[in-house]
């Protein structure tokens, strides 16, 4: 494999180039005094932050500045809490076992090759899995709806709730 000129000169210049920066870095870069800036550049903010408050304390707020104080000392809510929502409306057959146990919220599912897993009341269950507060078996699991048993082996198919502004959870807000 033969190299041309032009690349001799290329790897030339690059070695030149690497063996001047070395040299800088050794030789004359170490023999400078360390110098510290911190405390000068301290007092210049102290007297920078003392000159504006004095300005600040001197001007009056327009009306329009109060109001963005006032927006900004109020509480932010969380936006990562979704809001209470209603419950999904059931079956009548469903409704009547509901009003003894606590009515799940399927609010979606994954599904990993041959594996879905329904996401009720904010934890995940695979088929054959019970819900702990209602007693009912999860019987099947698609992505429109999925199917629980109650302890009388009556199968009752519960919709996703897909409200997107609302989430499913009525004592997240509550603290």
Excluded at 56 to 77: A, F, G, P, Q
Excluded at 133 to 156: D, H, M, Q, W
Aim: proline share 7%; charged share 25%; with cysteine.
């Amino acid at each position: 494999m033969s190299t041309s000129n032009r690349e001799k000169i290329i790897v030339i210049l690059a070695a030149v180039a690497m063996l001047y920066g070395i040299y800088e870095y050794i030789f004359y870069y170490a023999k400078l005094p360390v110098q510290s800036t911190a405390s000068g550049d301290q007092e210049n903010l102290l007297l920078h932050l003392s000159r504006i408050s004095q300005e600040v304390d001197k001007s009056t707020l327009t009306s329009s500045e109060n109001y963005l104080i006032e927006k900004t000392e109020k509480k932010w809510e969380d936006v990562f809490i979704p809001n209470p929502m209603p419950k999904p409306e059931p079956e009548a057959a469903f409704q009547e076992e509901s009003e003894k146990t606590k009515l799940p919220v399927y609010t979606g599912y994954l599904q990993m090759e041959d594996r879905m897993i329904a996401i009720i009341d904010g934890m995940d269950y695979e088929v054959g899995e019970t819900l702990p507060e209602s007693g009912y078996e999860l019987c099947l699991i698609s992505p429109a709806e999925i199917t629980v048993r109650n302890k009388k082996n009556r199968l009752f198919p519960i919709p996703i709730y897909t409200n997107e502004a609302e989430g499913p959870y009525e004592n997240a807000r509550k603290n």
